[in-house]
């Protein structure tokens, strides 16, 4: 199959294209302008601002940690979820009086899917979505999946899901590299266990292992962009200035379960 071809770019997301994303069919989806590039552009330097400010404070430069980054250290994890709600009242704040993306983003999931859509929880906690995730020059991930049950701790065991995505909002990108890439190609739970540890968290796979060809995509200012986060992605190195993007997962139960959201 031609790659391009599972490559979808829509103007309204619906239940038929987050249900090809989850089975696969596409390996991502994007939405041009899903938040108004002007509100992005504002949005953003607010938040360079902040995150500025953290910085010279000596504070990480993604506002929350990552649920795989706690999943094994409770006190972390505790913070993590102290996180939730605080959040979401930064990002609807910084955004006002234009509603927060990620709020808009959740609402779309809600009304798009049977299901609708909600905040994931875990031992009766909301998660945080949509950290706000500043990407400086020379940084890039290295390709890599990203599969819940693989980094799950024990108050995440029972929350089985079918697919997963992630989807990133890009509030500013770069002015050279940090696109997007992904191959046609996943590695199965299989595989990866017989990897035997040596790319924890699934990240850091060989690109010679890796199919020679690969989707490139060069989001714009207010785009939002799903991937299935089975099929290995990377983020191209940035080679001049910065992006910033308010990032989270997905999962997927089946068509007449919620949407879990998290980051
Ligand atoms: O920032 C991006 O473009 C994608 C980051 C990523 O790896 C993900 O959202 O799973
Ligand atoms: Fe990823």
Avoid at 14 to 20: F, G, I, K, T, Y
Avoid at 30 to 39: G, Q, S
Avoid at 72 to 93: G, I, M, S, T, V
Avoid at 186 to 203: F, I, M, T, W
Wanted: aromatic share 8%; proline share 4%.
């Amino acid at each position: 199959m031609e790659l391009h071809s599972k490559l979808a770019t829509v103007d309204v997301l619906d239940e038929q294209v987050l249900a090809d994303l989850f089975s696969m069919k596409h390996i991502a989806v994007r939405v041009p302008h899903f938040y108004n590039p002007a509100y992005a552009k504002t949005l953003s330097d607010l938040l360079y601002q902040e995150i500025d400010n953290a910085v010279a404070a000596g504070i990480y430069e993604s506002n929350v940690d990552s649920y795989w980054s706690v999943a094994k250290d409770n006190r972390r994890r505790d913070r993590y979820l102290d996180a939730a709600l605080p959040l979401q009242r930064r990002l609807r704040r910084f955004s006002a009086p234009h509603p927060s993306p990620i709020d808009l983003l959740r609402v779309t999931l809600d009304e798009a899917w049977q299901g609708g859509a909600g905040l994931l929880r875990m031992g009766g906690r909301k998660t945080p979505f949509g950290a706000t995730r500043l990407w400086r020059t020379n940084s890039e991930a290295l390709p890599h999946q990203d599969v819940l049950r693989r980094e799950q701790g024990e108050d995440m065991k029972g929350i089985d899901l079918l697919g997963q995505i992630g989807v990133n909002i890009y509030l500013d990108v770069a002015e050279e590299g940090g696109g997007l890439e992904a191959w046609d190609h996943v590695v199965s739970d299989e595989e990866y266990a017989g990897l035997g540890g040596r790319y924890e968290g699934s990240y850091g796979y060989d690109r010679e292992r890796l199919p020679g060809r690969s989707l490139l995509i060069h989001p714009q200012v207010g785009d939002l962009v799903m991937i299935n986060t089975a099929y290995v992605h990377a983020v191209r190195k940035i080679t001049a200035g910065r992006r910033i993007t308010v990032s989270g997962f997905v999962g997927s139960r089946g068509s007449e379960q919620p949407l879990l959201c998290w980051s």
